[in-house]
């Protein structure tokens, strides 16, 4: 796994942006810096197990290299599914489709993946039973969220389900700045200084825009989804699982 140095550089003041230099690093940028990442992904696969019906579509929506994609198919144990892993980034899609060709897990059953270049905004939703959007919400602008939420509903089928994981912000600014500190101090045990984590954290500003808990459950709720509940925090990471 490469190792994720591109903050060590000064990059000036220029935005985050899913390029090349952050494809050949990310496995190694996701494990150092999301808390609970590792756990999302074990939860998708055994999600899928339970929740994927024969002859539906699953989603992995800003799929980045398929790692969600590559733990649904491991997962799903039903036949004539679909995984459609959908990235705006073309360094991800190109590397992506990659990596889940040469995956060699043992599948209980064989799914096909097709990796799919665009926006979120634009993908049509159908027959879906089960839907991740494993840390992508966030780079949405907030205003395009709610139709988001409705859409993905629109298209699942009843009893599916939604994997909403996010970085979060506290409703309490005293424990917003010591889960954002306690964040930080994970970081810098997984070798990112402060100087590289003041670095991203600018970076991400504007770019990443993160909601509280209750917004991201008031959504879904909005949404039509008759059940959410948060199943995983770490600092100021939660994944949501809700069930249409
Ligand atoms: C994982 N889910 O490993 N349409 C499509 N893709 C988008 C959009 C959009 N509008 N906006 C951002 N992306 C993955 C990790 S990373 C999380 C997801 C992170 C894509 C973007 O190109 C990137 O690949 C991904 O969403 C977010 O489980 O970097 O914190």
């Not at 190694?28 to 929740?51: C, N, Q, V």
């Amino acid at each position: 796994m490469s190792e994720d140095t591109i903050y060590k550089a000064d990059t000036g003041s220029e935005p985050f942006r899913f390029d090349d230099k952050v494809a050949a690093v990310f496995p190694d940028m996701l494990r150092r810096s999301i808390p609970g990442y590792a756990a999302s992904i074990e939860a998708i696969g055994s999600l899928a197990r339970r929740y994927v019906r024969a002859g539906s579509n699953c989603y992995d929506l800003g799929c980045s290299l398929g790692a969600a994609t590559i733990a649904m198919r491991q997962g799903i144990n039903e036949p004539g599914c679909r995984i459609v892993a959908v990235d705006t980034a073309p360094a991800m899609i190109e590397r992506g489709k990659e990596i889940v060709a040469n995956d060699t897990s043992i599948l209980p059953v064989m799914t096909d993946v097709d990796f799919v270049l665009g926006d979120i905004r634009d993908i049509e939703i159908v027959n879906a039973s089960m839907v991740v959007l494993n840390y992508t919400l966030q780079f949405l602008p907030p205003e395009d969220r709610d139709s988001m939420l409705r859409r993905i509903y629109e298209g699942m089928n009843d009893g599916g389900l939604l994997v909403l994981s996010e970085k979060v912000i506290d409703e309490n600014p005293h424990m917003e700045e010591l889960l954002v500190d306690l964040h930080h101090e994970h970081k810098r045990r997984n070798d990112y200084s402060a100087l590289e984590i003041s670095r991203k954290r600018a970076a991400l500003e504007n770019v990443l825009v993160p909601e509280t808990v209750p917004m991201h459950r008031a959504r879904l709720k909005e949404a039509g989804f008759a059940h959410s509940a948060v199943w995983l925090r770490y600092f100021n990471f939660v994944s949501i699982i809700a069930i249409r």
